[in-house]
Structures are given as structure tokens and as C-alpha cells.
């Protein structure tokens, strides 16, 4: 069983950067590739990033590349999604995910966080 808090979530301006970051429970962290997820009012939940459980490949959605990055700490048990350059079609609430698999797809996730709102205005 895993455990995830997200935090860091907030209203930021158009060009703006936020940093979330998601703290798991247990000790079998280091084996999990981690996901970043997004889901807006209406729409379904989206891809934003996922992080190998050693770190390296990470894997972005086209939306975000150049602009978002993913990065874990094992030893910290926590994920972190750096977030630049944000536009107003990034207001999301923004979720943590855990799975065994590197995985793009929210049904390859088994465990979740609560989410944490992102709001940009323009």
C-alpha cells in the first residue's frame, strides 16, 4: 500500500511557476514509477508526466514538454513537478500517481493522491 500527499498547488499568473511536489507513504517508494496527472473541470483526467523508479526515462505530454519537468527523490520519498512558463489552459487539479509499470495511461496507476488545484489567471 502507498500513500501519496500532493502540495504546492496555487493561483499563479500567466508566465508564472509553481513547484508540487507528492510525498509517499512506505518503503517500497523506490520501486514505483511515478506519474503526474491532470484533470480540469469537464474534461477527463490527462497525462502530464512520468518518472522511471530509478529516475531516468522520463516521458512528458507534448502539452507540457519544454516547459514542465519531473524529478524524484528516493531518499525523500517524494516526487516533484516543476512547473514554468504556465499558461491559463494549464488550471487543472493536478494528481500524483504510483505504479509498477512505466506508464503513460491512468489505468496503469494503483495508487493516487488527493489532488492539488493549480489555478493560472491571465
Known amino acids: 500500500q502507498v500513500q501519496l500527499v500532493e502540495s504546492g498547488g496555487g493561483l499563479v499568473q500567466a508566465g508564472g511557476s509553481l513547484r508540487l511536489s507528492c510525498v509517499a507513504s512506505?518503503?517500497?517508494?523506490?520501486?514505483?514509477?511515478m506519474g503526474w496527472f491532470r484533470q480540469a473541470p469537464g474534461k477527463e483526467r490527462e497525462f502530464v508526466a512520468v518518472?522511471?523508479?530509478?529516475?531516468?526515462?522520463?516521458t512528458y505530454a507534448d502539452s507540457v514538454k519544454g516547459r514542465f519537468t519531473i524529478s524524484r527523490d528516493n531518499a525523500k520519498v517524494t516526487v516533484y513537478l516543476q512547473m514554468n512558463s504556465l499558461k491559463p489552459e494549464d488550471t487543472a487539479v493536478y494528481y500524483c500517481?504510483?505504479?509498477?509499470?512505466?506508464?503513460?495511461?491512468?489505468?496503469?496507476?494503483?495508487?493516487w493522491g488527493q489532488g492539488t488545484q493549480v489555478t493560472v489567471s491571465s
Open positions: 500517481a504510483a505504479s509498477m509499470k512505466y506508464s503513460r495511461d491512468v489505468e496503469g496507476y494503483d495508487y
Open positions: 512506505g518503503r517500497t517508494f523506490r520501486n514505483y514509477a
Open positions: 518518472i522511471s523508479s530509478s529516475g531516468l526515462p522520463k
